[in-house]
């Protein structure tokens, strides 16, 4: 006890003792030390004494105390405790209510295992991101080098999360062929390099003819990344022109179940065509890889390799170097940057010119990105799909707020739930169950609705895991989930989702108390947390609505803005001819081939068709240097495509200088030209050479409308391009007769080459194929997480009419109406719905304001988006809420207050 001069034991031992000494210790050993402590008092003071009965107070807390304490408390209670059966009898009550609020249950579980799925599904994505490139040894020490290019003065690199591609600012991984093997002559921090790069060929041996993607790379290659060959020295399976190492799918394509080893390939490019001995045999790389490849030949054999290896000007060559263990990043950028200055001062002199740059501006950088952030680096254009961090924080962020959602579903469920247990936990509190006791039995309900949900989500994961796969555009398998470190985080995010959604709840039913409720009065709380809940939840809602809508219509935007060309009715056939003759022999062969015949309107060669690669020429106009998509065509070209004429020509086979000295220039070129009346004007092309401009078509799309209209020169000269695609024109509803009597005709004008076709509106709609698919993604997330909104707002419908049962009944014997009712019962849940359009509105209008930055034609964000969220919202709200309102407002009052 505390005397008057405050000579009393340390308070914080005292709390310790009764915090763990059992009760029916507690008295005799709180007395012993309390004489122990005035004894103390009178000998030696009190600091001593405090001191020796806070070290007796530890002293005491050891097993033997509680092993005592078990001891007295047997022979004080009648029957001990048995942990075992306390747990089981925990267990059996958990199942009996889950059994015996079935709704309730599925309601609880169907959120959670929809939360779960979306996490493991989420978790299994980031994974397989984070994954890609990281099986090589020597990884760390690996590079690529890229080039970033500034088009504006003042610029610096300020890509984020949600804006992944600056205006003015280009990246690149494209360089000069000569770059990898003067690097290492000049630092001799670069160990080893090798040059990446693709070329498309034919294949063939004997019967077998297709058409193949090879990639061309350094006899380094496999010293340099660790791809394990199954057959074939790593050290000369590359050594030298001619050499092929093919992958077991193509090797059985070509030989069957013959050893491939030694036999040979003829590759056809569009200049050479090899005779290739196969030298090694590795499999196909993981699918985390960012190098993927099925075909490999020494990049001696690019095309035009040694003309190429002398144009500092021509970027073209991914190249990766391995660095000098202990070699930073930094620093050796630094010495890139001085390479850049000596070795591409021509490429720097070019930006200054184009864009009025200065050398107090950003103009040109050397730059280098780790080998594991390859694939993640998305602002940065290369051979290789790459993936978008904003993808994986898009989809984390789904899975975690449907899983919040469906948490706060099972507090507000649980709440009603308690509500309606009153009696039972007053019953068990009277025959002596603790507090701690009554939370450990409503956690250990939790805990077994998350470990259903969590088996049902393991379940809807694997269902609908090809779908996902489909979405994603991904290989994921379920096999990471036998890996322990996956199967531990998952339990523990199981746990943890136990612990929030039943912690609330536990400690809520914990605070009855047992004489008011088994009184038979009605147990009110405070209301605060819940109505935080469902402004939670409708703000989630609101925001997931907007995005959804806002992502509809800018894909809606996209798919019918007019290109300033039809796309319609279009195949696209590859004709894997050279320049030259060669190519305009075959157009012509085709097109007589096909002539007369009702299913074809007409037939257009061009050097690259639409999303089918680039071709971007540099030259000098009045002093500066210009640019422009370069593309070969004929006469056919702008009537296939209904390209519009503003002002002159198109070609013409009856004007001989065209095939030679004509072009065709867009409105963006003429305006990039300074020419207002260009027709007849002269656009000089190399020293000995000049394009007179015959037509100036109005401006179209080439690129994505991510980016600005570019220019365009549109020439029928064959020196420098090919004819690469035809473009034949399909009259209406005759698509599959169309198909087969193209292939007819290719099978007799091209003998011996592969028939591939795609159609030019599914090229085009390609480019936005991955904006559509995560555009889906949110819209179905969007549906699950109203789904478990509209079920919380169910559960806590039940909640308020529970608790206002007796206040409906005396309105009710007042003369209160149903209308005056439906209208007390909702009011409360519709004005916290407007206020979570107030919350989620501009969270959403930020966040897709940030999105819609990616565009260059994009909608804008009007009204009608965020009042139609609202009005949905406020809909759903409604209809979700009325099955409890009406209920309470049509039962008899009787029943309400007969205890009263």
């Known amino acids: 006890m505390k005397d008057k001069n405050n000579n009393s034991p340390p308070h914080w031992a005292q709390r310790l003792l009764h915090w763990y000494c059992p009760d029916s210790l507690t008295e005799e050993i709180e007395g012993d030390l309390l004489e122990a402590f005035h004894f103390n008092l009178a000998k030696e003071g009190l600091r001593q004494a405090r001191r020796r009965y806070a070290v007796d107070v530890v002293r005491f807390f050891n097993p033997t105390t509680f092993r005592k304490g078990r001891?007295?408390?047997?022979?004080?209670?009648?029957?001990?405790?048995?942990?075992?059966?306390?747990?089981?009898?925990?267990?059996?009550?958990?199942?009996?209510?889950?059994?015996?609020?079935?709704?309730?249950?599925?309601?609880?579980?169907?959120?959670?295992?929809?939360?779960?799925?979306?996490?493991?599904?989420?978790?299994l994505f980031v994974a397989h991101e984070y994954s890609y490139d990281s099986f090589h040894a020597n990884g760390a020490n690996i590079y690529r080098v890229n080039e970033v290019e500034y088009h504006q003065s003042g610029l610096e690199d300020e890509t984020s999360l949600f804006k992944q591609e600056q205006e003015g600012v280009s990246k690149y991984a494209y360089l000069p062929l000569a770059t990898g093997p003067t690097l290492q002559e000049e630092f001799p921090e670069v160990m080893r390099y090798t040059r990446y790069d693709e070329t498309n060929t034919i294949v063939r041996r004997g019967k077998h003819i297709f058409s193949e993607k090879v990639h061309l790379v350094d006899s380094t290659f496999f010293e340099l990344f660790d791809f394990k060959l199954m057959a074939g020295d790593a050290d000369e399976v590359l050594n030298g022109k001619n050499r092929i190492v093919v992958s077991p799918e193509a090797a059985r394509k070509y030989f069957g179940s013959e050893n491939p080893m030694g036999k040979q390939l003829e590759v056809i490019t569009y200049t050479d065509t090899l005779l290739c001995t196969v030298t090694g045999l590795a499999p196909h790389p993981p699918a985390n890889s960012s190098l993927q490849f099925d075909l490999l030949l020494n990049i001696r054999n690019a095309p035009n390799y040694e003309k190429k290896m002398t144009q500092w000007g021509s970027f073209n060559t991914v190249l990766f170097v391995e660095l000098a263990e202990g070699t930073t990043p930094a620093a050796f950028e630094d010495k890139l940057q001085r390479f850049a200055g000596?070795?591409?001062?021509?490429?720097?002199?070019?930006?200054?010119?184009?864009?009025?740059?200065?050398?107090?501006?950003?103009?040109?950088?050397?730059?280098?990105?780790?080998l594991k952030d390859i694939h993640l680096e998305h602002s940065i254009s290369w051979l290789a799909p790459t993936g978008n961090p904003l993808n994986i924080f898009i989809l984390s962020g789904l899975a975690l707020i449907i899983l919040l959602m469906a948490c706060l579903n099972y507090i507000s469920l649980a709440i009603t739930g308690a509500a309606g247990r009153t009696r039972e936990v007053g019953i068990r509190k009277i025959l002596g169950s603790s507090r701690g006791q009554i939370r450990l039995q409503f956690w250990a309900e939790a805990q077994l609705v998350v470990v259903m949900a969590l088996a049902a989500a393991a379940g809807l994961a694997w269902w609908s895991l090809p779908a996902f796969n489909d979405f994603v555009q991904r290989e994921l398998s379920l096999r990471l989930m036998d890996q322990a470190p996956f199967l531990l985080s998952l339990l523990g995010i199981a746990f943890l989702t136990g612990l929030i959604a039943g912690g609330y709840p536990a400690a809520f039913a914990a605070r009855f108390k047992p004489v008011k409720v088994l009184k038979g009065d009605t147990y009110r709380y405070e209301p605060r947390f819940t109505r935080a809940i469902v402004v939670v939840q409708n703000t989630l809602s609101v925001f997931l609505i907007i995005s959804a809508l806002v992502m509809y219509r800018q894909m809606n935007f996209i798919n019918n803005k007019d290109l300033g060309y039809d796309t319609s009715q279009t195949l696209?056939?590859?004709?894997?001819?050279?320049?030259?003759?060669?190519?305009?022999?075959?157009?012509?062969?085709?097109?007589?081939?096909?002539?007369g015949k009702n299913e074809i309107q007409n037939v257009a060669a061009t050097s690259i068709s639409f999303n089918q690669g680039y071709d971007i020429r540099g030259f000098e106009y009045k002093g500066k240097q210009q640019s422009a998509f370069y593309y070969r065509v004929d006469p056919d070209y702008i009537p296939a495509l209904d390209i519009e004429l503003a002002a002159g020509r198109n070609f013409s086979d009856a004007y001989g200088s065209d095939k030679t000295n004509a072009a065709i220039i867009n409105e963006q070129l003429a305006k990039d030209l300074g020419m207002e009346n260009p027709v007849g004007q002269s656009?000089?092309?190399?020293?000995?050479?000049?394009?007179?401009?015959?037509?100036?078509?109005k401006d179209y799309h080439v690129t994505t409308l991510n980016q600005p209209v570019q220019p365009v020169l549109l020439v029928m000269d064959g020196s420098e391009a090919g004819l690469d695609a035809f473009l034949v024109k399909i009259s209406a509803g005759k698509v599959s007769q169309a198909v087969q009597i193209v292939e007819k005709a290719w099978e007799a004008v091209a003998p011996g080459r592969p028939f591939e076709y795609t159609f030019l509106d599914e090229d085009v709609a390609e480019q936005y194929a991955g904006y559509a698919r995560w555009s889906s993604i949110?819209?179905?997330?969007?549906?699950?997480?109203?789904?478990?909104?509209?079920?919380?707002?169910?559960?806590?419908?039940?909640?308020?009419?529970?608790?206002?049962?007796?206040?409906?009944?005396?309105?009710?014997?007042?003369?209160?109406?149903?209308?005056h009712i439906l209208l007390f019962l909702n009011k409360g849940l519709l004005q916290l719905s407007l206020l979570a359009l107030l919350f989620g509105a501009p969270l959403a209008w930020w966040a897709m304001r940030a999105w819609l930055s990616n565009f260059e034609y994009k909608i804008q964000m009007s009204w009608d988006v965020f009042a139609l969220a609202g009005a949905a919202c406020l809909v759903?709200?409604?209809?979700?809420?009325?099955?409890?309102?009406?209920?309470?407002?049509?039962a008899n009052p009787v029943d309400a207050l007969r205890n009263e």
């Open 71 to 123: 001891q007295a408390s047997a022979s004080v209670h009648r029957y001990p405790i048995n942990q075992a059966v306390m747990w089981n009898n925990h267990l059996k009550l958990a199942v009996r209510n889950i059994l015996k609020h079935k709704l309730f249950s599925f309601i609880n579980i169907f959120g959670l295992s929809l939360g779960l799925a979306f996490v493991i599904l989420a978790w």
């Open 342 to 370: 000596q070795y591409l001062a021509g490429t720097i002199d070019y930006l200054k010119g184009r864009f009025n740059l200065t050398d107090k501006d950003n103009i040109f950088e050397l730059t280098l990105t780790s």
């Open 572 to 595: 696209v056939l590859k004709t894997h001819s050279g320049s030259g003759e060669d190519a305009e022999l075959l157009a012509q062969r085709m097109k007589n081939a096909l002539k």
């Open 683 to 697: 656009i000089p092309w190399g020293k000995e050479k000049e394009y007179t401009i015959i037509g100036l078509a």
């Open 778 to 819: 949110i819209g179905a997330s969007t549906l699950f997480a109203i789904l478990i909104a509209c079920l919380g707002l169910f559960g806590l419908a039940g909640i308020f009419a529970v608790n206002r049962q007796k206040e409906i009944g005396i309105r009710k014997v007042l003369g209160a109406g149903l209308e």
């Open 876 to 890: 759903l709200a409604i209809l979700t809420v009325s099955y409890h309102s009406l209920r309470s407002a049509l």
